[in-house]
């Protein structure tokens, strides 16, 4: 495909959009490499400092024993893929990780639990974690699975600041991946957290399996979406033993260098994050998402079940591209 001359990488519009159309991101893709990057980092300097990274820190604090069956992921009951089942983590024992991340840079603490919904119980016990987190000056952030109207207010008013819920994929092709909660499930949870006034954090796996076309899609939802989310974690495929997409062919890193440039396109003011699988990306690889737009990173040595590079690493690296963590999380 070629790319349409009306998108040139001198004609650079910081404005907000929500009315992207299938061509037109597909012809993004379908740029040349270095006018790709040239309009993302033309945009991405409009917007951010360019020479700051936005660092989060991912603790599981209820591991196993879910009962989705996401193809990607070895937390699910329904695969033998070496995961140990631990109940809800203690409150001074996720706090004691949270000071941890603060005291190695983070500036947002995640939580994530392996639910397909959580109780009303584990909700309370949930907000007793943000709100110990918040009191040791961190961003708070969970990702708990789906949440009734009612839990979604109770996490607002315990202070919860993001909430993360990926789509994954496109809507096209996620019946490939998961059939225990639908597309629609999940749009309906980022409406209740977005009605309720709690920040979005929304993104989606890239080498699953899926298209150019899917990735444009996927891309296309969250910018479409009546308020883009305020962070866009866009995860490599980890591959795990044991899950369905074990064996998935490897994708093309430049594919996943373009779908950082795109995003930052199409999303000017979100948080672009580097999710899970960087413990396979190279540190060019890697130096080359920032310059395509990415401005925030997960490290620790875990993404829950997975690996991720050590923070050492990830500081070396820093500091021999000249960059610094810091930042407000939107804008």
Not at 175 to 188: A, N
Request: glycine share 8%.
């Amino acid at each position: 495909m070629s790319a349409n001359p009306a998108i040139s990488p001198i004609q650079i519009s910081p404005s907000i959009r929500h009315n992207w159309q299938l061509d037109e991101v597909q012809d993004l893709f379908a740029l040349p490499f270095s006018d790709l990057i040239y309009k993302a980092q033309s945009l991405h300097r409009e917007n951010f400092d360019p020479n700051e990274i936005q660092v989060s820190s991912l603790l599981s604090i209820k591991t196993g024993s879910c009962s989705e069956d996401c193809g990607y992921c070895p937390q699910s009951a329904r695969y033998d893929a070496g995961v140990t089942f631990e109940a809800l983590m203690p409150v001074d024992a996720v706090l004691k990780a949270a000071q941890k991340a603060k005291d190695q840079g983070a500036s947002r603490f995640c939580m994530g639990a392996a639910w397909r919904r959580p109780k009303d119980r584990d909700i309370e016990r949930v907000i007793e974690m943000v709100q110990g987190v918040k009191a040791l000056g961190l961003e708070t952030c969970v990702t708990l699975g789906m949440l009734t109207d009612q839990q979604t207010l109770r996490l607002k008013e315990g202070g919860l600041d993001y909430y993360n819920h990926n789509l994954d994929t496109s809507e096209e092709y996620y019946s490939e991946v998961i059939t225990t909660r639908t597309y629609q499930d999940r749009l309906e949870t980022l409406a209740r957290v977005r009605d309720a006034g709690i920040n979005v954090c929304c993104g989606g796996i890239i080498g699953m399996g899926e298209s150019d076309m899917d990735r444009s899609r996927l891309l296309i939802e969250l910018a479409n979406m009546p308020r883009h989310p305020e962070s866009v974690p866009v995860n490599m495929l980890v591959q795990v033993e044991g899950t369905p997409l074990m064996g998935t062919p490897a994708l093309d890193p430049i594919i996943f260098i373009r779908t950082i440039a795109v995003a930052r396109i199409m999303m000017p003011k979100s948080r672009v994050r580097l999710s899970a699988g960087r413990s396979k990306m190279s540190d060019e690889m890697q130096a080359l998402c920032f310059l395509a737009g990415a401005n925030s990173i997960f490290y620790g040595d875990k993404l829950l079940t997975t690996d991720n590079p050590v923070t050492n690493h990830d500081l070396d690296l820093f500091d021999r591209l000249g960059v610094h963590s810091g930042g407000s999380s939107y804008g």
